[in-house]
């Protein structure tokens, strides 16, 4: 590291977060909870806008963390074919769906998955759109690590995957997909840990079919300690994004 750029890092102040754990909770619940942060953080750049003494009130952002029932959600330029379920079926398989306002195309979310949805001023972070992602993806890189396990990224692919630079045994262990609206960032990450994977048979994950998903759990062999991976991906959020976290 440069002299210019360490100086930079030990300067720019941290980014303040505040952290929420939804626990185990509903697709809409949450949602609906990540709009009332993002919808106050808007109003604030909005008032800025037109006074500028209102600068100093930034309000806080936000790390939500969730563990959703069994939904799978497509984003707004996601093709439907890649639900490969009809309505009566997921029904019967209890598994909601909700077709949504993110980038990315269908992914699932149930139990044993971190959901985590970083509702970030990224202007505050003076990054772009496609830094941040970079960013989210870097995060999970460097957890996936902590367990020996080599993560990268796809070309072509969001996430973060295994083997990406082989054919045919490419997998994604997290899928991101994000919405932003004048720099404030919405939806986030889903890491499998000990997620049940079946459920990914029944959709062409991101869009792919050609590609498999795979978790901590099945590429160690056994369950993992979900607290414990939830809290690695608290520190390396700090890290990588210059966060104080509260």
Same mark, same amino acid.
């Given at each position: 590291m440069g002299f210019c750029e360490e100086n930079m890092k030990k300067t720019t102040p941290k980014y303040k977060v505040k952290l929420y754990d939804l626990g185990v909770c509903g697709f809409k619940e949450a949602w609906d909870f990540q709009i009332n942060v993002f919808d106050e953080?808007?109003?604030? $750049? $909005?008032? *800025?806008?037109?006074? *500028?003494?209102?600068e100093k009130k930034q309000p806080p952002g936000a790390l939500i963390f969730v563990e959703h029932l069994h939904v799978y959600t497509l984003g707004k330029?996601? /093709?439907e074919n890649n639900m490969l379920l009809n309505a009566t079926q997921m029904k019967a398989a209890g598994v909601s769906f909700y077709r949504i306002d993110r980038g990315g195309d269908i992914t699932y979310h149930g139990p044993g998955q971190i959901v985590c949805y970083p509702i970030f001023n990224i202007d505050a972070l003076n990054i772009g759109l496609k830094e941040y992602i970079y960013k989210l993806e870097e995060t999970v890189i460097g957890v996936v690590e902590k367990y020996g396990l080599? /993560?990268?990224? =796809?070309? !072509? !692919?969001? !996430?973060?995957? +295994?083997?990406s630079d082989?054919?045919?045994? /490419?997998?994604?262990? %997290? /899928?991101? !997909?994000v919405k932003a609206s004048r720099f404030v960032t919405m939806h986030? =990450?889903?890491?499998?840990?000990?997620? @049940? +994977?079946?459920?990914?048979?029944?959709? @062409?994950? %991101?869009g792919f079919t050609d590609k498999g998903v795979t978790s901590l759990e099945n590429e160690l062999g056994k369950r993992q300690d979900l607290d414990e991976a939830k809290k690695n991906v608290v520190e390396k959020l700090k890290e990588v994004f210059n966060l104080e976290i509260f």
């Amino acid at each position: 590291m440069g002299f210019c750029e360490e100086n930079m890092k030990k300067t720019t102040p941290k980014y303040k977060v505040k952290l929420y754990d939804l626990g185990v909770c509903g697709f809409k619940e949450a949602w609906d909870f990540q709009i009332n942060v993002f919808d106050e953080i808007i109003s604030w $750049k $909005k008032s *800025v806008e037109s006074d *500028v003494s209102q600068e100093k009130k930034q309000p806080p952002g936000a790390l939500i963390f969730v563990e959703h029932l069994h939904v799978y959600t497509l984003g707004k330029n996601g /093709a439907e074919n890649n639900m490969l379920l009809n309505a009566t079926q997921m029904k019967a398989a209890g598994v909601s769906f909700y077709r949504i306002d993110r980038g990315g195309d269908i992914t699932y979310h149930g139990p044993g998955q971190i959901v985590c949805y970083p509702i970030f001023n990224i202007d505050a972070l003076n990054i772009g759109l496609k830094e941040y992602i970079y960013k989210l993806e870097e995060t999970v890189i460097g957890v996936v690590e902590k367990y020996g396990l080599k /993560a990268s990224r =796809l070309k !072509g !692919g969001t !996430g973060v995957w +295994l083997d990406s630079d082989v054919e045919k045994k /490419a997998r994604k262990i %997290c /899928a991101i !997909g994000v919405k932003a609206s004048r720099f404030v960032t919405m939806h986030g =990450l889903a890491f499998n840990v000990n997620t @049940n +994977l079946e459920y990914f048979n029944f959709i @062409n994950p %991101c869009g792919f079919t050609d590609k498999g998903v795979t978790s901590l759990e099945n590429e160690l062999g056994k369950r993992q300690d979900l607290d414990e991976a939830k809290k690695n991906v608290v520190e390396k959020l700090k890290e990588v994004f210059n966060l104080e976290i509260f």
